[in-house]
């Protein structure tokens, strides 16, 4: 499995940006998955996270970014995406979308995911 993130970009405070994250490969196994960020200096940082069966799926969200972004999914083609609203400068960070094909329990957990994309820059400025 293979993943592509793109739509990282500079922004200004206020600002939005929609960030996805394609899959490729051996991916009808597929059942959750996750945007995590680390900024300079700090721990990769859990995001949001969206988890499916059939045509059914549930979201989960950090703290950090509750109200202001949402995470989305093409049901057909295994696309996820991070439609980011109302950035902060401190949501600045390289953003990562990571897969598993795991019943993931802890989806907060960078460990839970086998498989990672190369991020995606987001630079929010003041």
């Known amino acids: 499995v293979q993943l592509q993130a793109s739509g990282g970009g500079l922004v200004q405070s206020g600002g939005s940006l929609r960030l996805s994250c394609e899959t490729s490969g051996r991916t009808e196994r597929l059942n959750t998955m996750a945007w995590f960020r680390q900024a300079p200096g700090k721990e990769r940082e859990f995001v949001a996270a969206v988890r499916w069966s059939g045509i059914r799926y549930m979201t989960y969200y950090g703290d950090a970014v509750k109200g202001r972004l949402t995470v989305s999914k093409i049901n057909a083609a295994n696309t996820v995406y991070l439609q980011m609203n109302s950035l902060k400068p401190e949501d600045t960070a390289v953003y990562y979308c990571?897969?598993?094909?795991?019943?993931?329990?802890?989806?907060?957990?960078?460990?839970?995911?086998?498989?990672w994309g190369q991020g995606t820059l987001v630079t929010v400025s003041s």
């Open positions: 990571a897969a598993d094909v795991e019943a993931i329990i802890e989806y907060h957990m960078p460990r839970e995911y086998r498989y």
